[in-house]
Structure formats: structure tokens, C-alpha cells
């Protein structure tokens, strides 16, 4: 088994490697985002400044690491292609299961590859991380309802729509929702 920076193992799709980022690497890529040191022993690279150029979910992560570090577990991922070892995206879930069990996740896929299957996988992929972690009931996925090519990819695994929530930043959001066996299931 192959382990990242901080020991959480890399999670394996046909196509893309997960990489977890340590707490370190993960505050230092939101402070210092230049810093070479965050790639040091790495077989990977940042050619596209994937979590450079935009931050996406680190002014949310970096926050809750440095009160918890062990939140870390649950947070950003490089999602590297296989066959360049260059990072293509970052995913991330929001948080730990909440008391219900529930684990939302999400994912930035770089421009150049969008409309290639790899969201899919790397979301794939982190659920079923996610699914084997006994605390873990409910996968959820929110998404603008004028975000189509996110709701042709939930449509993907077959998750129903649950609801609607508004969201302090993005404004309305349609909620899906799978539980963790039907999921395993379904896979």
C-alpha cells in the first residue's frame, strides 16, 4: 500500500492517484503557495497550480486543520493523473460524518481536463475510501441547480435529489443523497 505524507493511504482509481496533503503541506500551500517544500519527496507535480491560482476549499480546510488536526483525514486530496504524475484537481470532503453519518464531498477538476471522466472517478474513489469507515451512513453531494455538467455527474451513480439547501456562498444548491450501502450496492 502506497501512504502519503502524513500515513492516509493514497486511494487508487484506474486512471488517478489521490494523494492526501498533510496538515503541514496543507498550510503552507494556503500561506506560503510557492513554496517548493510542498512537493519535496513527491513523485508528483503542479503544472496546472491546481490550489494555487484558486484556493478552492483551502480557506475553509485550513482553518478547521489548525484548530484539529485530526479533521485532516477527511480533507484535500490531490487528484494526480496516473500516466504524467501531474496534479489535475483537488477533492475534499467538508468535514468528519456528522452524527447522522453524513460525509459531503466535493471536487475541482483543472479546465484543460474537464469532460473526461475524471471527476467521476475521484469522487468514486473517495466514496469508496470513505464507505469502508464504520462512521460513514450517508454519502451527500450539493450542487447549483444551473451547474449541469455537476448534475450529469451525481446523475452518474444514480443518487436521488433530497432536497434543496441555500448555501452563505453559492446561493441554492440541490441536495443529493445516497446511503453507504446502497451505494456499495449499486457499485
Not at 496538515?23 to 512537493?39: A, K
Not at 464531498?105 to 473517495?126: C, P, Q, S, T
Not at 451527500?140 to 436521488?160: C, D, E, W
Not at 435529489?161 to 441555500?166: E, M, N, R
Request: hydrophobic content about 35%.
Amino acid at each position: 500500500m502506497v501512504l502519503s505524507d502524513d500515513m492516509w493511504p493514497v486511494i487508487t482509481t484506474e486512471r488517478l492517484e489521490l494523494h492526501h496533503i498533510s496538515p503541514r503541506r496543507l498550510i503552507s500551500l494556503f500561506e506560503t503557495p510557492e513554496d517548493q517544500s510542498i512537493y519535496s519527496n513527491r513523485t508528483y507535480s503542479n503544472p496546472y497550480r491546481v490550489l494555487i491560482d484558486d484556493k478552492g476549499p483551502l480557506h475553509w480546510r485550513v482553518p478547521q486543520v489548525k484548530q484539529d488536526q485530526s479533521l485532516n483525514k477527511w480533507f484535500v486530496r490531490w487528484i494526480v493523473l496516473k500516466s504524467t504524475q501531474e496534479i489535475i484537481g483537488s477533492t475534499s470532503f467538508h468535514g468528519a460524518p456528522d452524527e447522522s453519518g453524513m460525509i459531503e464531498v466535493g471536487l475541482g477538476i483543472h479546465d484543460r481536463f474537464h469532460n473526461k471522466g475524471f471527476g467521476y472517478e475521484a469522487i468514486k474513489g473517495m466514496w469508496n475510501w470513505a464507505s469502508q469507515d464504520s462512521q460513514v451512513k450517508i454519502l451527500r453531494y450539493t450542487v447549483s441547480p444551473t451547474n449541469l455538467a455537476s448534475i450529469a455527474l451525481i446523475n452518474k451513480f444514480g443518487f436521488p435529489k433530497v432536497g434543496q439547501q441555500i448555501d452563505e456562498e453559492d446561493g441554492p444548491e440541490d441536495i443529493y443523497e445516497m446511503s453507504v450501502k446502497e451505494f456499495v450496492n449499486s457499485m
